[in-house]
C-alpha cells in the first residue's frame, strides 16, 4: 500500500539548519502532488508547502517561503524541505503528504506519513 | 488574517449522531471552499476522512459524510461507535493557501 516514510528530524538550535526527507513507494510517483503539513501543540496543523508533479511549480504559506525550500527528486521517488534559519516556533512534527489528485486548483491531502519531529531550541 | 472556527469538543452516545462544523471568518464556506475532513487518534497521524466537500477516500466508513450547512461545511458521523473517539479538522482551500480549523475532539460516552 502507498508510503510515505518521512527522516531527518532532530534537535536543532535557533538560526541552524535541518533538511527532511520523504521516501515515497507504492504509486506512481510522478502522477501526485507532494506536500508538506506540520504540527504543533500551539499552532496545531498548518500548511508548509506544496510541489507540483515535475517539481516546476511550488506554493509555500506565505510566513515561511523565505526560510524553507520544498524540493523533489523523481528519480528516487523522495521528497525534501530544507529548512533555514530556524525558529523555536518551527518546532512541530513535519508530515509528508500525498495529494488525492483530484481536479481542481486545491490541493486533498489522501495519504499521510507517520511524521518526524524538529525540535528547535534557543 | 484567515481564520477557521470549529467546535473544540462535542460528546456523542454510542450510535447517535452528531454533526461538527467548520467556519471561515472571510464568509459563508462553499464549495470552491473544496472542505477536507480528517480524523486523528492519539499518537498517530491525521488519516484523511472527506475530500471535495462530501466526497468519501475508498478507506473512508459511509458513517462518515460531509456537506454544506448553512454558511458552514459540516461532517456528520452516524451511528457512532467508540473508535470513533478522536479530534476532527477541517481544512479550507484559499486560491493557494490552504488553512486548518484548531479540530473538534469528539467524545463518545
Known sequence: QVQLVESGGGSVRSGGSLRLSCAASAF????????W??????????WVAYISKTGSRFYYEDSLKDRFTISRDNSKNSLYLQMNSLRVEDTAVYYCVRDADVAGPQFDPDYWGQGTLVIVSS | Q???TQEPSLTVSPGGTVTLTCASNT?????DYYPNWFQQKPGQPPTSLIFGTSNRHSWTPARFSGSLLGDKAALTLSRVQPEDE???FCLLYYGRRHVFGPGTKVTVL
Open chain 1, 28 to 35: 506512481t510517483f510522478t502522477d501526485y502532488y507532494l506536500g
Open chain 2, 86 to 88: 478522536a479530534d476532527y
Open chain 1, 37 to 46: 503539513i506540520r504540527q504543533s501543540p500551539e499552532k496545531g496543523l498548518e
Open chain 2, 2 to 4: 484567515t481564520v477557521v
Open chain 2, 27 to 31: 464568509g459563508p464556506v462553499t464549495s
